[in-house]
C-alpha cells in the first residue's frame, strides 16, 4: 500500500539559510499535519490542513510556513533557520471518512550547523 | 487542556512474555480517539493500534490490545508474546475534537527493550 511520502530524507543546512521539505499524502487522504521531533522529544505539532485550508495550528514559529496545494501534497517552509530548528520532522495524512488514524512519513532529518 | 501522561520511561521485558505499557489521560472533550505508535531506532513512526472514546470494545490488532478504561481515563497498550523486534519507543497519542481541529498530542514516550 502506498505510504506518505517525504522528501528530502535528510538535510543540512547553515544558520540563517532556508528550508523546504515537502510531503505527499497517502491517495485519497483530505488531511496533512506537520510535526517537529527533537532529539529525546516526543512529536510536537506544528501546523495541519485540510481540503488545502489550514485547519489547526501548534507550536510553529513564526519564521516557519506551510501549505497545501491542489494535489493535496504539502511543504513546510523554514526561513532563519536556527541552531535548535535541528530535529526530526514528520508529516502524517489521515483521512475524515474513517477513524482519522494519522499515518506517518519516514521524516526528513535537518541539522542546522 | 488535554495532556497525554507515560509513566515509564523504559521498560524491559523478556521475550516470548507480554508487557503492558501505561498511558492515562485528560481531555474534557467527549468525543477523542486514543492512539499508539512505535517508533524504532530507524526513527519511522508505525501506527500500532486506535481506540475511540465511544467504542465499547477494546481495541485489537494482532498481538496488540488496548485496554481501555474509559472512567479512569486510562488506554494501556498490552504487547503479548514480546518478539526482539518489539524493542522501540512507544508513543501514546490522542486527538479530540476541539472546534473542528484534529492536531494529536504525544505523551512522551516509553522505551521497551526486550531481552532474549
Known amino acids: 500500500a502506498a505510504g506518505v511520502i517525504q522528501s528530502p530524507r535528510h538535510l543540512i543546512k547553515e544558520k540563517r539559510e532556508t528550508a523546504t521539505l515537502k510531503c505527499y499524502p497517502i491517495?485519497?487522504?483530505?488531511?496533512v499535519y506537520w510535526y517537529q521531533q527533537g532529539p529525546g522529544q516526543d512529536p510536537q505539532f506544528l501546523i495541519s490542513f485540510y481540503e488545502k485550508m489550514q485547519s489547526d495550528k501548534g507550536s510553529i514559529p513564526d519564521r516557519f510556513s506551510a501549505q497545501q496545494f491542489s494535489d493535496y501534497h504539502s511543504e513546510l517552509n523554514m526561513s532563519s533557520l536556527e541552531l535548535g530548528d535541528s530535529a526530526l520532522y514528520f508529516c502524517?495524512?489521515?483521512?475524515?471518512?474513517?477513524?482519522?488514524?494519522?499515518?506517518f512519513g519516514p521524516g526528513t532529518r535537518l541539522l542546522v550547523l | 487542556a488535554q495532556k497525554i501522561t507515560q509513566t515509564q520511561p523504559g521498560m524491559f521485558v523478556q521475550e516470548k512474555e507480554a508487557v503492558t505499557l501505561d498511558c492515562t489521560y485528560d481531555?474534557?472533550?467527549?468525543?477523542?480517539?486514543l492512539f499508539w505508535y512505535k517508533q524504532p531506532s530507524s526513527g519511522e513512526m508505525i501506527f500500532l493500534i486506535y481506540q475511540g472514546s465511544y467504542d465499547e470494545q477494546n481495541a485489537t490488532e494482532g498481538r496488540y490490545s488496548l485496554n481501555f478504561q474509559k472512567a479512569r481515563k486510562s488506554a494501556n497498550l498490552v504487547i503479548s508474546a514480546s518478539q526482539l523486534g518489539d524493542s522501540a519507543m512507544y508513543f501514546c497519542?490522542?486527538?479530540?475534537?476541539?472546534?473542528?481541529?484534529?492536531?494529536?498530542?504525544f505523551g512522551a514516550g516509553t522505551r521497551l527493550f526486550v531481552k532474549a
Open positions: 491517495p485519497r487522504h483530505d488531511t
Open positions: 497519542a490522542m486527538r479530540a475534537d476541539n472546534t473542528g481541529g484534529f492536531k494529536t498530542i
Open positions: 481531555t474534557s472533550d467527549q468525543s477523542y480517539g
Open positions: 502524517a495524512s489521515s483521512s475524515r471518512t474513517v477513524q482519522e488514524t494519522q499515518y
